[in-house]
């Protein structure tokens, strides 16, 4: 009698549980890149993400990441470059870069990359000119925000003119809590592996986990 109880109110939990998934609503598939091109692309070219000590004045030492580039237009026309990076911890925090960092800071990375041409993402926003002797140079940077980095990817926005609008299933777009179009932007994606702990910070080594192009 037990055992035929138990099986009774198994089945009656899968109906209700059946019952509950065909209640949830279900959105269409999240946009994805063009294989592709179809709107224009700069060329942008990166190193990997590196750590720095900084003595701040009034703050003592602070520790700072930071990825220096290289964008270039390679289309045939002038093109706006409107970067925004930002980092998204292995907790889910995202971080703008360039946020309150002082110029001792850029100047340390300037000097410890042999580069007085780096420039923010403030300041290298604007016009580019078609052509490799165009290309401009730029250092995006974070004040590190934990010991334990993890995981982490830094995306990069701006450097292509595809979007596309999130719809549902029924090809109907979905919209924002202001009831605006969701718009998504092609970004670069690079994921970053730090195996260590935040007993030895900045001694263990940085895996590149590589570069995609996502709708973000």
Do not use: C
Request: without cysteine; proline residues 6%; negative net charge.
């Amino acid at each position: 009698m037990m055992f035929k109880s138990a099986r009774i109110f198994g089945l009656v939990l899968l109906s209700a549980l059946a019952v509950a998934l065909v209640a949830q609503p279900v959105r269409g598939d999240h946009p994805k890149p063009s294989v592709y091109p179809i709107s224009w692309e700069l060329k942008f070219d990166h190193s990997k993400v590196k750590r720095i000590i900084v003595d701040v004045p009034g703050r003592g030492n602070r520790a700072f990441w930071y990825m220096t580039y290289t964008v270039t237009n390679a289309t045939d026309q002038e093109q706006q470059f409107l970067p925004e990076f930002e980092m998204l911890t292995h907790g889910g925090t995202v971080i703008r870069s360039d946020n309150n960092i002082s110029p001792k800071v850029i100047d340390a990375i300037k000097q410890r990359e042999r580069n007085n041409a780096l420039q923010s993402a403030l300041q290298i926003a604007g016009p580019i000119r078609a052509g490799e002797d165009q290309a401009k140079e730029g250092v995006a940077i974070w004040q590190e925000p934990e010991a334990r980095m993890g995981t982490f990817s830094i995306f990069v926005s701006g450097l292509s003119g595809e979007i596309a609008q999130v719809k549902d299933d029924n090809g109907q777009p979905i919209k924002d809590k202001d009831g605006q179009p969701i718009i998504l932007r092609k970004t670069l994606e690079a994921v970053y592996q730090i195996p260590g702990d935040e007993v030895h910070p900045g001694e263990d080594v940085i895996i590149d986990k590589g570069d995609n192009w996502v709708m973000r």
